[in-house]
Nanobody, 112 residues
Framework: QVQLVESGGGLVQPGGSLRLSCAASGSIFSSSAMAWYRQAPGKQRELVASIISGGYTNYADSVKGRFSISRDRNTVYLQMNSLKPEDTAVYYC????????WGQGTQVTVSS
C-alpha cells in the first residue's frame, strides 16, 4: 500500500507562485512513476506533469514553461510559476506502482 499526502495549496494572485508537495509513504519504490493531476469544477481530471525513473518529465502544453515537477526520494514537488486564473483546480498527487494511488487533493485558487 502507498499513501500520498499533498500540501502547499492556497490562494494566490495571478502571476504568483506556489509549490505543492506530495509525501509518499508505505511500499513506494524509487522507480515508481509519480505525477500531478488537476480537476477544475465541471471539468475532467487532467494530467499536469509526470516524472519517471531517470528523472524524465512530461508536461501538459498548458503549463509548459511555467510549472516544474521534481522528486526527492519519496516526495514529489510541483513548482508553479506565473499562475493564471485557469490554473484554479484541486491538484492531486498520483503514484503508479502496479496500480494507481491518489492523494486527497489540495485546492489551488488563482484570483485577484
Amino acid at each position: 500500500q502507498v499513501q500520498l499526502v499533498e500540501s502547499g495549496g492556497g490562494l494566490v494572485q495571478p502571476g504568483g507562485s506556489l509549490r505543492l508537495s506530495c509525501a509518499a509513504s508505505g511500499s513506494i519504490f524509487s522507480s515508481s512513476a509519480m505525477a500531478w493531476y488537476r480537476q477544475a469544477p465541471g471539468k475532467q481530471r487532467e494530467l499536469v506533469a509526470s516524472i519517471i525513473s531517470g528523472g524524465y518529465t512530461n508536461y501538459a502544453d498548458s503549463v509548459k514553461g511555467r510549472f516544474s515537477i521534481s522528486r526527492d526520494r519519496n516526495t514529489v514537488y510541483l513548482q508553479m510559476n506565473s499562475l493564471k486564473p485557469e490554473d484554479t483546480a484541486v491538484y492531486y498527487c498520483n503514484a503508479y506502482q502496479l496500480r494507481s494511488y491518489w492523494g486527497q487533493g489540495t485546492q489551488v485558487t488563482v484570483s485577484s
